[in-house]
């Protein structure tokens, strides 16, 4: 809360946090007089853009002055030195419902409707236009043709500009180039475009391939944390290969929960009642496991790294911690 009772106390005007560092004021604000009504851009980027994080921030701190109309949610990368694209100032948040049970299978951000199931609805935010010196472009997965993807199609995130970076630097290295022969960087990302606007979806690397359909790990993460509520902390999702002899490999999707509690009829029910929120929001069973607090991996910019936690959960590094090892759960709401 220090974040906030700085921009309290000396007027503050432009903030930025990634979307986490919103979610966790709004957990832990208990009603301390707060008057944030000169915050007037009130940017998010650094990790994925989240509604739900936003919402209960906007929710939690109107009544402290906090303007809906503030939030700036962004996209961009270290390798642009940074910045990428910008929703328009004082405009709020762009929310998109899509249906993600036809976006697994189809590859198109299908907006949700009532014919929807329960369950398999999310809402992407836009993160604006590029900026103006960047030449960005969306372009199909597994194909080397740079043509631009029409509006909801789902693709790659390609970029070119002054702003890219040469090279990764290395002492007593060479430089490593960053962009091909023709100036376009990769930059590992997946989204699509919405009137003009790009909304990003996810991490291609993270993405979970199972029985032809596209999973994100995000779906099944925040699934996780709202069934589990306060007794779970952090998440992360993953595929794993494993070898059936002469049937083949099939993929397996894992779920690390970090959990509060050590009361095993609290935790038999979690496992069941995660696994049945993720299997009804993607369609695909997931195997539950959960761990200690503070064990899911980051990455130096505060980001879960789960690569790390599939690297950490083959080898067999994830096991429950035993009671005298408990760290104390946050209060009621925390």
């Known amino acids: 809360m220090t974040w906030l009772k700085m921009i309290s106390e000396n007027g503050g005007t432009v903030a930025y946090s990634p979307s986490f560092g919103y979610e966790l004021c709004a957990r832990r604000y208990r009603d301390e007089p707060l008057d944030l009504s000169t915050w007037r851009k009130a940017g998010i980027g650094g990790d994925m853009v989240r509604d739900e994080a936003l919402m209960a921030f906007c929710d939690t701190f109107e009544a402290s002055g906090f303007d809906r109309a503030a939030p700036v949610s962004s996209y961009g990368l270290a390798e642009t030195t940074l910045g990428v694209a910008f929703a328009p100032l004082y405009a709020g948040l762009k929310r998109d419902r899509v249906d993600t049970g036809r976006m697994q299978t189809s590859g198109r951000a299908v907006p949700a409707s009532h014919e929807t199931k329960t369950g398999q609805e999310r809402t992407f935010l836009s993160c604006g236009k590029p900026m103006a010196s960047l030449e960005l472009r969306i372009i199909r997965e597994g194909c080397e043709a740079r043509e631009n993807l029409s509006d909801r199609e789902i693709g790659r995130i390609i970029l070119r500009g002054p702003s890219v970076a040469a090279g990764y630097f290395r002492a007593g290295q060479d430089l490593q180039p960053l962009a091909d022969a023709d100036g376009w960087l990769e930059t590992g990302d997946l989204g699509y475009w919405l009137d003009g606007e790009i909304v990003i979806t996810g991490r291609s690397k993270d993405l979970i391939l199972w029985n032809g359909r596209n999973i994100w790990p995000q779906d099944i993460e925040w699934v996780a944390q ?51 929120a993720t299997r009804s929001a993607t369609g695909a069973p997931v195997s539950v ?39 104390s759960a946050p209060a009621s709401g925390a």
């Open 226 to 276: 709202h069934a589990g509520g306060k007794n779970i902390s952090g998440t992360g999702a993953f595929e794993v290969h494993e070898n059936n002899g002469e049937n083949g490999t099939s993929t397996r999707i894992v779920l690390l929960a970090e959990c509060w509690s050590r009361d095993n009829d609290v935790r038999e029910q979690l496992v069941r009642d995660i696994s049945a």
């Open 289 to 327: 496991e959960l761990i200690g607090v503070r064990s899911l991996p980051m990455t130096s910019s505060g980001k879960l790294s789960r690569a790390g936690a599939r690297a950490c959960y083959l080898a067999g590094g994830y096991n429950p911690a035993p009671v005298e090892q408990q760290v």
